[in-house]
């Protein structure tokens, strides 16, 4: 038997998975016993904002992740597919038919009970009754403090405080320069491959005052995306948005991250009015980090405003900042890659808890967890898929990202390893690497299958027929 905390996304799919692996599955969900700040509905898996699970392309890193979990069986995508709703590129839904297909095909599992009422603390767990905890980034109060307990308080946290991300190719080089605070300043020609040897580690955007004015007055006019209460709630002072601070004074920002203080630029000789940090992300070597910008500006208002740095004039985002709350534990620190508690294999995190991003993401991370709790039931061994999958690379990131500022984060293709030889163009790139992923996700499926019972099959079709 397998227990699952938190019927929401991850954790329906897990038990999806557990449950057409012939193993039972205890569903705990608290809603409608006791709310959340967010969810309206005592559905399963529902959609607690948009109704997009974004895009559904091969050459798009979530499109392929989307693709993978269809060939693992996915319930989530199952019943996306059966939801649509027109939306270009994107997968869309009804999000009503969503989460009452969810709640409808978990209800008739055979396999699967659904007890709804609060967990207040983690479960005992044994290889042979395995827990995953997928409480979600509105984990009840009691529960967080539990999970505290178990994971370490600095290893758990409640806000997101997200800086956007950029896409390196789309910075321009000759405006930017290369160097640490106080440090060596190696000049737009040193090398982009952001190795850290110690100095030079960041990319600096330097402003002018007049540059600065015109950032700072589009800065504090952007309009801002606070929409649920929560956001109403105290902000932490070490992550204060940016356009926060900026209100307090026009001065502000210049002595906090846009501080050009030890820093050189070489153009000049002097160091610029104030400078804007870009620090490579530790694995996704293509991705570089607006240092402290977390912000709660709409994302749309994200991009014109950010693009007024010099050097970002044509920056395309691979994330947008943001500020909300959000349980999670420091994945690198307390989890692998097959989503178990290192310290504590009989225990898994899936979903937004376990430091994944997003819809699609929270519930492919279930779906792993899922089918790696059956396999210890049934004394089998766990593994992941290979980083060369969007799924594999997922579970990677969450375990491996450097734990000293762990970011939650979405799927790119930044985070899947790189593919040898691949097309310079963006787009063939992108397809290569797809190409790659779905052959080597159908050998771990293979490898798999024949370990969980001896025979070449799909896992997770079986068992229940799916209206
Ligand atoms: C305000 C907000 C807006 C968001 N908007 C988006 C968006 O637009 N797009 C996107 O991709 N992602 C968005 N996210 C992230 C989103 O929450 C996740 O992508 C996704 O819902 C996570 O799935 P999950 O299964 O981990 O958590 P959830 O879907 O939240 O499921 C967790 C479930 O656990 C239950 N639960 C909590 N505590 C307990 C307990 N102690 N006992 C029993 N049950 C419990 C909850 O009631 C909930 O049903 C948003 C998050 C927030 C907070």
Redesign the pocket.
């Known amino acids: 038997m397998v227990e699952i905390?938190?019927?929401?996304?991850?954790?329906?799919?897990a038990a999806w998975q557990v449950a057409s692996r012939g193993v039972r599955v205890t569903l705990?969900?608290?809603?409608p016993v006791?709310?959340?700040?967010?969810?309206k509905t005592d559905r399963?898996?529902?959609?607690?904002?948009?109704?997009?699970?974004?895009g559904d392309k091969l050459d798009n890193a979530v499109g392929l992740l989307k693709a993978e979990m269809r060939r693992l069986g996915s319930l989530v995508m199952r019943a996306a597919d059966a939801s649509r709703v027109p939306a270009g590129a994107a997968l869309a839904v009804d999000r009503e038919l969503f989460s009452a297909t969810i709640t409808d095909a978990i209800g008739r599992h055979p396999l699967i009970s659904v007890l709804r009422?609060?967990?207040?603390s983690i479960p005992e767990s044994t290889k042979e009754s395995p827990v995953i905890v997928?409480?979600?980034?509105?984990?009840?109060d009691?529960?967080?403090s539990a999970i505290a307990g178990l994971v370490g308080s600095d290893h758990l946290y409640f806000y997101d405080a997200i800086s956007p991300i950029v896409l390196a190719e789309t910075i321009d080089r000759g405006r930017v320069f290369r160097a640490s605070r106080w440090g060596r300043s190696l000049g737009p020609t040193a090398p982009a491959s952001g190795v850290d040897d110690g100095e030079g580690d960041y990319l600096n955007c330097p402003l002018t005052r007049e540059e600065y004015d015109r950032f700072y007055e589009a800065l504090t006019t952007a309009e801002s995306a606070t929409?649920?209460d929560?956001d109403k709630e105290r902000f932490f002072e070490g992550c204060l948005p940016i356009e926060v601070m900026a209100h307090r004074g026009r001065d502000t920002l210049r002595f906090g991250p846009m501080k050009p203080v030890g820093l050189v630029d070489p153009a000049t000789g002097r160091e610029p009015y104030a400078a804007v940090q870009l620090r490579q992300d530790t694995l996704a070597a293509d991705h570089f980090s607006l240092v402290g910008f977390q912000t709660q500006i709409k994302w749309s208002e994200q991009a014109r405003v950010l693009r007024l740095i010099p050097g970002l004039e044509s920056a395309e985002f691979v994330r947008f900042g943001m500020v909300?709350?959000?349980t999670y534990v420091n994945g690198p620190r307390v989890l692998a890659e097959t989503w178990q508690v290192r310290s504590r294999p009989s225990l898994f995190f899936?979903?937004?808890?376990?430091g994944?991003?997003?819809?699609?993401?929270?519930?492919a991370?279930?779906l792993i967890a899922g089918i790696n709790a059956a396999s210890l039931t049934c004394g089998e061994s766990v593994s992941a898929p290979p980083r060369t999958t969007a799924i594999g690379a997922l579970g990677y990131y969450a375990s491996h990202a450097n734990p000293n500022r762990y970011d939650p984060s979405?799927i790119t293709f930044g985070i899947i390893e790189p593919l040898a030889g691949a097309p310079r163009g963006k787009k063939d790139r992108n397809l290569a690497i797809a190409d790659r992923a779905l052959a080597d996700l159908e050998i771990w499926i293979r490898g798999r299958c024949l370990a969980l019972d001896g025979r070449e099959s799909v896992p997770g079709t079986d068992l229940v027929d799916f209206r």
């Open positions: 905390i938190g019927g929401g996304l991850a954790g329906c799919e705990h969900e608290m809603r006791r709310a959340t700040a967010v969810h399963l898996a529902e959609l607690v904002c948009s109704n997009s699970f974004r009422g609060e967990v207040a997928a409480t979600g980034p509105l984990t009840s009691e529960l967080a929409v649920h929560f909300h709350r959000n899936a979903g937004q808890m376990s994944v991003e997003g819809y699609v993401e929270s519930a991370s279930g979405n």
